[in-house]
């Protein structure tokens, strides 16, 4: 899988976008970007995932820039309860042979404050 | 929905007792993962099942950790004995493999402390 750089932390005001940048210079053309996050005391949570082109849900929007060496995830308006740590990951979609790791690095600490 | 499923939340037992760890994995769900979290280590697979088959249990740390997933709804991890160094929160995933991109979801953890 190819290896993720995020900040170690980031502060964010209640009701702003958090924007959450990762660089992925080395991710090969079959490998997608997958976010999680993980508030304390919880299981990492799936957040939204894409491969070439932007994604939306009802959590958060992520950008994938057009060389895909880099992607930011965008929590339109952040609460308290989106203070957690988020993980960027890149990999190929698990077929059920050998392409099913999640490697986890360190992500990024996100403190929504009031 | 109901998501995955972990029991116990929290387990507090002695050293050298065996500790069994439960995980009900998402009704449809082909793949099912162990992982375990330290502040140390940060998260690490443990043992991957597909179609209920350990497919890479590599990263199970020695003999003392077994897993097992007799059926496609249920799924056990067993350390025998425990140490000390054990202690750390074991989490349960589950994805639909061989579908594309699905994403694997997991459980709430169990918080294990080996005294």
């Known amino acids: 899988d190819a290896k993720t750089t995020q900040p170690t932390s980031m502060d964010c005001a209640e009701g702003r976008a958090a924007n959450l940048p990762c660089n992925h210079s080395?991710?090969?053309?079959?490998?997608?970007v997958y976010w999680y996050r993980q508030i304390h005391s919880q299981g990492p949570q799936y957040i939204i995932h894409g491969l070439k082109n932007n994604e939306t849900n009802e959590m958060a929007s992520l950008i994938i820039t057009e060389d895909r060496k880099s992607s930011t995830l965008i929590l339109p308006h952040a609460t308290l309860r989106d203070t957690a740590v988020y993980y960027c990951i890149v990999r190929v979609p698990n077929s059920g042979g050998s392409n099913y790791k999640l490697t986890f690095g360190k992500g990024t600490l996100l403190t929504v404050n009031p | 929905d109901a998501g995955v499923i972990q029991s116990p939340r929290h387990e507090v037992t002695e050293m050298g007792q065996e500790v069994t760890l439960r995980c009900k994995p998402i009704s449809g769900h082909n793949s099912l993962f162990w992982y375990r979290q330290t502040m140390m280590r940060g998260l690490e697979l443990l043992i991957y099942?597909?179609?209920?088959?350990?497919?890479?249990d590599s990263g199970m740390p020695e003999d003392r950790f077994s897993a097992k997933m007799p059926n496609a709804s249920f799924s056990t991890l067993k350390i025998q004995p425990s140490e000390p160094r054990d202690s750390a929160v074991y989490f349960c995933?589950?994805?639909?493999?061989?579908?594309?991109?699905?994403?694997?979801?997991f459980g709430d953890g169990t918080r294990l402390s080996i005294l």
């Open positions: 080395t991710i090969s053309g079959n490998e997608y």
């Open positions: 995933a589950s994805s639909l493999a061989g579908a594309g991109n699905q994403p694997q979801h």
């Open positions: 099942f597909n179609n209920n088959v350990p497919i890479d």
